[in-house]
């Protein structure tokens, strides 16, 4: 039964294919889950019109609320959604996605992903639990997180293009500096498409912002300003030295 379900369903939508494939008894699922008192509001980044990304966040309703918001108009969003998405046009959504958030609210939270190319899942990325530290040297985080409305509201008047380099590095930091509690959820519930990844990864507008961004973090979270940002990895991995002098 639950094949003929899945195999109807395919044939009305191309979307599902990418089910079928990976989560194939996810739909008969979804039908017997209780929706969950949760709504994201998801920001598209990119004018490709990827009608799998569109796709991938309207079948989350099977679970929660979403809204789909143009990033043009960001600052003068007024977000009713318990949670704020950014997210690339040509990346996917795992079909689980919803099922995997908690009920129990969060300033921050994040996930495993992996990246799809020609239609294949491949180098998943299985991160670790919050650590300040280990960010200020490495954007572990990349691009599977979710950001409260109440931090969303703070930081959107600031928002700019160099807030999406390094895979949101910067953006990341800024939300962070005004969470309070943070959330990982060890499942894979973002899927990156590879073009998109390999132009961001190493992709810099502006060092100095992000630089001015990760010193207040460090603030923040070690007391210390940063003496020093050296670069292990171009762009990507940084020693960092800090500023231990008592003024």
């Known amino acids: 039964e639950n094949k003929e379900v899945i195999e109807e369903i395919v044939k009305k939508d191309k979307y599902l294919l990418f089910i079928k494939n990976y989560e194939p008894g996810i739909i008969s699922y979804l039908k017997l889950k209780k ?7 998801f920001i598209i980044l990119g004018n490709k019109n990827n009608e799998r990304t569109y ?4 079948f989350q309703k099977e679970v929660i ?6 990033f043009k108009d960001v600052r003068n969003l007024k977000i009713k959604d318990d949670y704020v998405m950014f997210i690339n046009e040509g ?7 919803g099922i995997y958030l908690p009920e129990e609210k969060y300033d921050f939270i994040y996930f495993n992903e992996d990246v799809i190319e020609e239609g294949k899942r491949k180098a998943p990325f299985f991160k670790v639990d919050f650590s300040p530290n280990t960010l200020l040297s490495y954007n572990y985080i990349k691009n599977g997180f979710l950001i409260s409305k109440e931090v969303f509201d703070k930081i959107k008047n600031s928002i700019n293009e160099n807030d999406f380099q390094l895979l949101k590095y910067p953006l990341i930091i800024k939300s962070l500096l005004f969470s309070e509690s943070v959330k990982f959820i060890d499942k894979i ?7 998109n990844f390999e132009e961001n990864i190493n992709l810099v507008k502006d060092k100095e912002y992000l630089f001015d961004v990760l010193n207040s973090f460090s603030e923040k979270y070690t ?3 940063v003496k020093s ?3 292990v990895i171009k762009n990507r991995i940084f020693n960092v030295r800090y500023n231990i ?3």
């Open 65 to 70: 609320d979403v809204n789909i918001y143009n």
């Open 55 to 58: 796709k991938s966040i309207e």
């Open 35 to 41: 929706k969950k008192s949760i709504s994201v509001g």
């Open 91 to 97: 990346d996917l959504l795992s079909p689980v996605f």
């Open 245 to 247: 002098e008592k003024e």
């Open 223 to 225: 007391g210390y300003k």
């Open 229 to 231: 940002f050296e670069e």
């Open 189 to 195: 519930l973002y899927h990156n498409d590879i073009e």
